[in-house]
């Protein structure tokens, strides 16, 4: 950090905040405290550099100017569009000698790292930063005769809080790092930040919900809300399933506080989602006993169980985003399937003509698909039924509410225990795999200028020839709904 300016390691710290999803070590705001985009002295304290932008928003990322919050009006200040969580320090040395001199680099440089000095002999107004070498000696005595968990509790209590970062630093694996303790802090940084006065605090469908349908759609809220947060996968499946198991219980018990209007025979979307976000809360308060908290799983110690992923989205010229996407490290652990390995589920939704049917088979294919009494047994059986069951039910739901939209649809489902990858398609949306250096692209997408399709779409009514529309060719015809 201190050489980011000069660039020496500004491509390594922007790789690992923008891989990582972090910023600076232990917190956004200890860039403050260095002149990062400045080689004449003349800097603003309170930017950020543009590597620890959040990619889970579909906002304009607001890094600079940050303590003004002059640009943070027209957004939820509990939502930042910058990654709000630090990067964990590793080193090849051990983190005993990690702590040491990186409390020695500190107190070299105290303006540096945010510590003031008074007078002439430039005394540290906070001593507890700077620990003296001895206790290196002291500390590893210790710990060739505790325990390895006593050792990580002495190690924490280093007294290091300045913005070291070291060359190799990265994010702990989660298979080394103490995953309650990473629960903990992501709950109790959610109970401190949470607004539930705050009336949106995750956008909803203008289209109302059947009782059959508030599965996808709490199971969504949820996961908007903790991704938004960064939230750890592994600890988003079981509050999400706690929170659809309550909300399913009060719906049943007194369905007018979750929005049900008798007479239309639905729930309205926005006292749903309120209900639910404060169900989500309660469930996080539940998980900050440490008894609670210790009866969760830890994350899963393969990559190919949880593998990374990167999600991007462009609305280009249009006036609104019309497109959805959807990505689920563990369906299973999800929906509670046990028994018949882990699932990851991704998809893409391009919406044309309005947003509600791409929003609504983002909520609903992965539903209707782990409902389906083909599932897990046969996915692909389960994967058109999925298909055509979120079609059929839009295009009733259109009917009904007067909506008109249609979406493309691509849904991708792996199953690492059983080495396979299903791959299920609608429209002219396209998947490509990547392996061993070469591209296979997995479907073939639906255009009306071919000829199988052109016929197919006569035969139903459907007149999509209209040339020169989507960049010379013509366009996508009638998919997912569009009634």
Same mark, same amino acid.
């Given at each position: 950090m201190l050489n980011?300016?000069?660039?020496?390691?500004?491509?390594?710290?922007?790789?690992?905040?923008?891989?990582?999803?972090?910023?600076?070590?232990?917190?956004?705001?200890?860039?403050?405290?260095?002149?990062?985009?400045?080689?004449?002295?003349?800097?603003?304290?309170?930017?950020?550099?543009?590597?620890?932008?959040?990619?889970?928003?579909?906002?304009?990322?607001?890094?600079?100017?940050?303590?003004?919050?002059?640009?943070?009006?027209?957004?939820?200040?509990?939502?930042?569009?910058?990654?709000?969580?630090?990067?964990?320090?590793?080193s090849t040395m051990d983190e005993a000698d990690f702590k040491v001199e990186a409390t020695r680099r500190a107190c070299s440089s105290p303006k540096l790292y945010g510590i003031q000095a008074s007078g002439s002999e430039k005394q540290l107004q906070h001593p507890e930063h700077c620990q003296q070498v001895s206790q290196k000696k002291e500390m590893l005595q210790k710990m060739q005769t505790n325990s390895a968990l006593e050792c990580r509790s002495l190690v924490h209590q280093a007294a290091f809080t300045g913005p070291f970062v070291s060359p190799l630093m990265s994010k702990m694996d989660d298979s080394n790092a103490d995953y309650l303790t990473k629960y903990r802090e992501f709950i109790e940084s959610l109970l401190k930040t949470t607004d539930l006065d705050y009336p949106l605090p995750v956008n909803v469908a203008k289209?109302?919900?059947? +009782?059959?349908?508030?599965?996808?759609e709490i199971l969504n809220w949820c996961l908007t809300y903790l991704n938004e947060r960064n939230c750890p996968n592994s600890l988003a499946a079981p509050l999400c399933c706690k929170v659809l198991e309550e909300i399913h219980q009060v719906a049943k018990e007194d369905p007018e506080s979750c929005g049900y209007r008798t007479r239309e025979d639905d729930f309205q979307p926005l006292k749903l989602m309120q209900r639910t976000i404060k169900k989500l809360v309660d469930v996080c308060i539940y998980y900050s006993d440490n008894a609670k908290l210790s009866t969760l799983l830890p994350p899963p110690s393969s990559? *190919? *169980?949880?593998?990374?992923?990167?999600?991007?989205?462009?609305?280009?010229?249009? /006036?609104?985003? +019309?497109?959805?996407?959807?990505?689920?490290?563990?369906?299973?652990?999800?929906?509670?399937?046990?028994?018949?390995?882990?699932?990851?589920?991704?998809?893409?939704?391009?919406?044309?003509?309005?947003?509600?049917?791409?929003?609504?088979?983002?909520?609903?294919?992965?539903?209707?698909?782990?409902?389906?009494?083909?599932?897990?047994?046969n996915p692909e059986l389960a994967l058109k039924e999925a298909f055509q069951k979120t079609d059929d039910r839009f295009v009733d739901k259109s009917n009904k509410e007067n909506l008109d939209?249609?979406?493309?649809?691509?849904?991708?489902?792996?199953?690492?225990? +059983?080495?396979?990858?299903?791959?299920?398609?609608?429209?002219?949306?396209?998947?490509?795999?990547?392996?061993?250096?070469?591209?296979?692209?997995?479907?073939?997408?639906?255009?009306?200028?071919?000829?199988?399709? /052109?016929?197919?779409?006569?035969?139903?009514? /459907?007149?999509?020839?209209?040339?020169?529309?989507?960049?010379?060719?013509?366009?996508?015809?009638?998919l997912e709904s569009d009634r």
């Open positions: 980011y300016p000069l660039g020496s390691t500004k491509p390594l710290v922007d790789l690992i905040q923008s891989k990582y999803s972090c910023c600076g070590v232990e917190k956004a705001a200890e860039w403050f405290a260095l002149d990062w985009h400045s080689r004449r002295g003349n800097w603003s304290s309170d930017d950020i550099p543009y590597s620890c932008c959040s990619n889970a928003l579909l906002i304009p990322c607001i890094h600079l100017n940050l303590k003004k919050h002059t640009y943070y009006v027209k957004y939820n200040s509990s939502s930042p569009t910058i990654w709000t969580s630090g990067c964990v320090i590793k289209y109302n919900i059947a +009782e059959f349908e508030i599965t996808g990559t *190919l *169980l949880d593998p990374p992923v990167s999600l991007c989205g462009v609305k280009n010229s249009r /006036r609104k985003m +019309e497109d959805r996407h959807v990505a689920i490290q563990d369906l299973h652990a999800l929906f509670n399937i046990k028994d018949c390995g882990s699932a990851s589920y991704y998809a893409i939704f391009d919406g044309h003509n309005g947003v509600d049917a791409a929003a609504y088979s983002s909520c609903h294919v992965h539903q209707y698909l782990v409902e389906s009494p083909h599932y897990p047994h939209s249609g979406t493309t649809a691509l849904a991708a489902l792996i199953r690492p225990n +059983e080495s396979m990858l299903y791959v299920a398609w609608l429209g002219d949306s396209q998947a490509v795999l990547v392996s061993q250096g070469k591209a296979y692209q997995l479907v073939k997408p639906h255009r009306p200028d071919q000829p199988d399709e /052109r016929t197919e779409n006569y035969e139903f009514g /459907r007149n999509c020839i209209i040339p020169g529309n989507v960049e010379g060719q013509w366009s996508p015809c009638s």
